[in-house]
Structure formats: C-alpha cells, structure tokens
C-alpha cells in the first residue's frame, strides 16, 4: 500500500495551492484519511481530515481557509489551500487510518498509513 503525495511548491503569502495524495495497493473508500504538516523543529500538527462520506474536520490553524475533499472512484484526497500564510510552510502528509472508520479523526495514532510529504514553502 502506498500514498503518493504531490503539489507542494513554492508560494508568495495570500496565494494557493492544491495537493494530491493518491492511493495505491487497495480501496480506502471507507477509510478516513488526512494530511498533517510539520514545520522544522516542531512537532507534527493535524491539519484535515475526512471520512468516506465526505464529512470532513479541521484544525483551527485551516478553517476557513483550507478544504480537504476526495474522490473515492480515483481513491485520491485533496487539500486546497488558500490565502496561505508563511506559517503554514511545512512538509505535508496525507494519511490514512488501518482500517473502516466511519467518523474522522486528528488523532496520528490513528493513522496507519502515511504518504512520503510533499514540501509547501510560503514566502512573506
């Protein structure tokens, strides 16, 4: 099983990006998954997560600005960021959970599979 994660980048404070993590090996549609963030020298934060029914929760460092979504027929996740700030750079992860999970989660124990991360670097 594998989790590729993709569309990091380079991006100026107020700007957007969209990332991909595509999963591979088996279906997760009735799996929860997520992305995470770690910035260097620190720990590693929840940012987003959502079931196989599209309900999704975010950390409050996101709302308003970030939307995760998937598309179960492509067993992709996406989170669109917008208005990004220089704070928000970090490496992201997708993640999903080990097993069926009806609800979401922002739990890292939880999560059982993990993509590779893909760098987001936001410049004032």
């Known amino acids: 099983v594998q989790l590729q994660a993709s569309g990091g980048g380079l991006v100026q404070a107020g700007g957007s990006l969209r990332l991909s993590c595509a999963a591979s090996?088996?279906?997760?549609?009735?799996?929860?998954t997520g992305w995470f963030r770690q910035a260097p020298g620190k720990e590693r934060e929840f940012v987003a997560a959502?079931?196989?029914?599209?309900?999704?929760t975010y950390a409050d460092s996101g709302k308003g600005r970030f939307t995760i979504s998937r598309d179960n027929a492509k067993n992709t996740v996406y989170l669109q960021m917008n208005s990004l700030k220089p704070e928000d750079t970090a490496v992201y992860y997708c993640?999903?959970?080990?097993?069926?999970?009806?609800?979401?989660?922002?739990?890292?124990?939880?999560?059982?599979?993990w993509g590779q991360g893909t760098l987001v670097t936001v410049s004032s």
């Open positions: 090996g088996r279906t997760f549609s009735n799996y929860a």
């Open positions: 993640a999903a959970t080990g097993r069926p999970y009806t609800g979401t989660t922002s739990r890292t124990n939880q999560y059982y599979y």
């Open positions: 959502v079931n196989w029914s599209g309900d999704s």
